[in-house]
């Protein structure tokens, strides 16, 4: 059985920094595409950033120099540096992880296990 238990999340000022972490069991991160999207009140869940099993990122052009995505193997974590906070990153973070090998997902959808998410709050 595959879990992901997102943590780190709080309520934090403009300006200041916080480290989300996604703990995995049941699924080797190594091996996978790992992802962080996030959900604002009233909005869609939108794309953060990526970080395939080769290593190659993407980000969201939002969060794009603010943010770090990385990956500790022997762990089998998933962790999102995120600085200079902005009001607007406010949202519940997920963290969503592919099989293993999978190709790499262009969509949501193709993302086969997803975390509860952690609340992440940006006060101006």
């Known amino acids: 059985q595959v879990e992901l238990v997102e943590s780190g999340g709080g309520l934090v000022q403009a300006g200041a920094s916080l480290r989300l972490s996604c703990a995995a069991s049941?699924?080797?991160?190594?091996?996978?595409?790992v992802a962080w999207f996030r959900q604002a009140p009233g909005k869609d869940r939108e794309f953060v950033v990526r970080?395939?099993?080769?290593?190659?990122?993407v980000y969201a052009d939002s969060v794009k120099g603010r943010f770090t995505i990385s990956r500790d193997n022997a762990r089998n974590t998933v962790s999102l540096q995120m600085n200079s906070l902005k009001p607007e990153d406010t949202a519940v973070y997920y963290c969503?992880?592919?099989?293993?090998?999978?190709?790499?997902?262009?969509?949501?959808?193709?993302?086969?296990?997803w975390g509860l998410g952690t609340q992440v709050t940006v006060s101006s």
């Open positions: 970080l395939t099993a080769g290593g190659a990122t």
């Open positions: 049941g699924v080797t991160v190594r091996w996978s595409t």
């Open positions: 969503a992880v592919t099989k293993p090998w999978n190709a790499v997902p262009r969509f949501q959808s193709q993302y086969d296990y």
